[in-house]
């Protein structure tokens, strides 16, 4: 389904993005998930803030996305892996309490665009999004084709400013209202 975008009344936006990869193995030189996010990412017009590999370790996952949701530059984060569930997948666990605010129905549509390639097994995913200080989180799966349908089927249109009827980017000056 292709997004509808404006009239040329509304310009692109582009947004500082941090990328974690969590995982007990992966390495820069393998980390396919990481590098699907920060090449769509950046042929998007979006700008790598940072990106980082940690392990499955809550604290770690915390400790990094905490100080990303900090700092005011960084405007969204995204997390591949960790959201499984085995006893070292654990990434929903880390991140939700840091959130503000959850986006129920991220996990709802990636999980029905999910069923349309790999049936029942997307019952298995946990994936999240969220607001967090401002900051938008979104964690998706650990393989790349998830991420590829995470990124092009969802966050790309809701990290575009020109998305009709509506879109993340033009919701954030107001996340921090009290």
């Not at 880390?94 to 049936?119: N, Y």
């Not at 969802?154 to 509506?166: E, N, S």
Request: with cysteine; aromatic share 6%; net charge negative.
């Amino acid at each position: 389904m292709e997004m509808a975008h404006g009239s040329g009344d509304r310009k692109f936006l582009p947004l500082n993005i941090a990328v974690l990869t969590v995982s007990d193995s992966r390495t820069e030189a393998d980390d396919k998930s990481g590098k699907t996010l920060v090449d769509r990412l950046t042929a998007t017009g979006h700008l790598l803030a940072e990106k980082v590999i940690e392990p499955d370790d809550c604290y770690r996952i915390r400790a990094t996305v905490s100080r990303w949701i900090a700092d005011p530059d960084v405007q969204v984060v995204i997390t591949t892996g960790g959201t499984g569930l085995t006893g070292r997948d654990g990434t929903p666990e880390a991140i939700e309490i840091l959130l503000d605010k959850v986006i129920d129905g991220f996990g709802e549509l990636f999980r029905s665009l999910s069923f349309q390639d790999i049936g029942t097994s997307t019952l298995q995913s946990r994936a999240i999004a969220g607001v967090a200080n401002g900051t938008i989180v979104f964690c998706l799966p650990g393989s790349s084709g998830a991420c590829r349908d995470g990124w092009d089927k969802l966050i790309v249109h809701q990290l575009d400013a020109r998305t009709r009827p509506c879109n993340l980017v033009e919701m954030m000056p107001r996340f921090l209202e009290r």
